[in-house]
């Protein structure tokens, strides 16, 4: 450590520099924070492809607000619900509040309270089965000859979601109780 002392002394500085990442680059640093959180990395990436499309691939402390109003033009050009929209401000936002802590950047993150207009008015409510529609369904699947006969009946009993049902085990189904552990 022999350049990071003078006279004899620690140079504190030039020590919190050694440790600062070499490149400030949005990709590297969404990178670093994907390699620092336990979080799902294709959401987080999409979001920055996006940015990196119509802003560029920049310095961290070089992205203004002006970039964050191309951004959510962009959105409404490719018509992405409102929804997705706000998931991707928010990874954004975790990414650039990660950068300026590391990099010590002392500025307001461009990309917190973003307002979307007409934020959840493009909701498509979805519709609940009639009874009838319920039975009918049910007795097609479970007259077919299909190895999965079962599935719509206990998805419309349930209220699972189908990755739950189709993710159960033998050790989930409980017969005797008529119970079904859903498990991460």
């Known amino acids: 450590m022999g350049s990071l002392r003078t006279g004899g002394k620690l140079d504190y500085k ?3 520099r050694s440790l600062m990442p070499k490149s400030t680059l949005l990709s590297e640093m969404m990178q670093e924070y994907l390699s620092v959180r336990d979080i ?11 940015l990196i499309a119509v802003a560029g691939d920049r310095e961290i402390a070089d992205y203004t607000r002006e970039d964050v109003r191309v951004f959510l033009s962009y959105m409404r050009q490719r018509e992405v619900k409102t929804a997705t929209v706000r998931r991707k401000l928010n ?3 975790a990414i650039f509040n990660y950068s300026y802590a590391e990099l010590d950047i002392e500025r307001r ?3 917190t309270r973003v307002v979307i207009p007409q ?3 493009d909701v498509d409510r979805r ?3 009639t009874v009838d529609q319920l039975l ?10 299909s190895n999965v006969q079962l599935l719509f009946p206990i998805l419309g009993e349930t209220g699972c979601r189908l990755a739950e049902v189709v993710g159960l085990k033998v050790r989930d189904v409980d017969l005797d ?7 991460p």
């Open 91 to 93: 990874s954004l936002s």
């Open 127 to 129: 519709g609940s089965f």
């Open 40 to 50: 799902s990395e294709k959401p987080v990436k999409i979001a920055v492809k996006h």
């Open 14 to 16: 030039a020590a919190a």
């Open 119 to 121: 934020e959840g008015k």
């Open 177 to 183: 109780n008529r119970v079904l552990h859903i498990r």
């Open 136 to 145: 009918g369904g049910y007795k097609q699947a479970l007259s077919s000859s």
């Open 109 to 111: 993150n461009p990309w």
